[in-house]
């Protein structure tokens, strides 16, 4: 077990409000991931960290920005929600190290509402 | 770009039938390719991956898939399912030393049926 915890693990939002979503990890990745799940479309990544500090964006990153102040930790925030961002989302680790890649590791998610 | 097809949205199947659930992947470089099953209000738990070496890998659960680079394809297979066996399952890719992101297939529905 990769050690990733999400919280919360529900959540039900205003139209408008500001909302940020957490991931922890206790294992010292460099890597992790934001990805939301909706139904029809799959997996898609919203934005990612390669190290502390360091961010890049998926295919679906507007109308969320992250952080990552600390290895352990990678936050996901929604500005200003909207109806379109009712969805679970999942973080991911990348388990890997100079001789192996077991691949990624992902939460249980968070199942956002936005009424 | 990459990208990854997943070409049955849904498949059913009776209890002990053999199933093949179909992904091809299109991408301009070599991947790394990956199975995961998600139960009913779920995570993803990772079947099993494609790194490099022998073209037919097994996985957990009976589970086993086969790449093949000619037709850019990673089929995944079990001969004989269990209702255990309902889920969604996702296929996934991500180009080999490039980009670090995780690309998935929209996801095919396996539903066992007795």
């Known amino acids: 077990d990769a050690g990733i915890t999400q919280s919360p693990r529900h959540k039900v939002t205003e139209t408008g409000t500001p909302v940020t979503l957490r991931c922890h990890q206790t294992?010292?990745?460099?890597?992790m991931y934001w990805y939301r799940q909706d139904p029809g479309h799959g997996l898609r990544l919203i934005h990612y960290s390669y190290g502390v500090k360091d961010t890049d964006k998926g295919e679906v990153s507007d109308g969320y920005s992250v952080s990552r102040s600390k290895t352990e930790d990678f936050l996901l925030t929604l500005e200003s929600a909207t109806s379109s961002q009712t969805s679970v989302y999942f973080c991911a680790i990348r388990d890997m190290g100079l001789r192996w890649d077991y691949g990624y590791t992902f939460g249980s998610g968070t199942r956002l509402t936005v009424v | 770009a990459q990208s990854v097809t997943q070409l049955d949205s849904q498949v059913p199947v009776f209890e002990e039938a053999p199933v093949e659930l179909r992904c091809n992947y299109s991408s301009s470089v070599s991947v790394y390719l990956f199975w995961y099953v998600q139960y009913p209000n779920q995570g993803l738990q990772l079947l099993l991956k494609?790194?490099?070496?022998?073209?037919l890998v097994k996985g957990i659960n009976g589970f086993e898939a086969e790449f093949n680079k000619s037709q850019t394809s990673f089929h995944l297979r079990k001969p004989s399912v269990h209702i255990s066996d309902t889920a969604e399952y996702f296929c996934?890719?991500?180009?080999?030393?490039?980009?670090?992101?995780?690309?998935f297939g929209k996801g095919t529905k396996l539903t066992v049926n007795p």
């Open positions: 996934a890719a991500r180009t080999q030393g490039g980009s670090e992101k995780l690309v």
């Open positions: 294992e010292n990745h460099r890597y």
């Open positions: 494609y790194l490099s070496g022998s073209t």
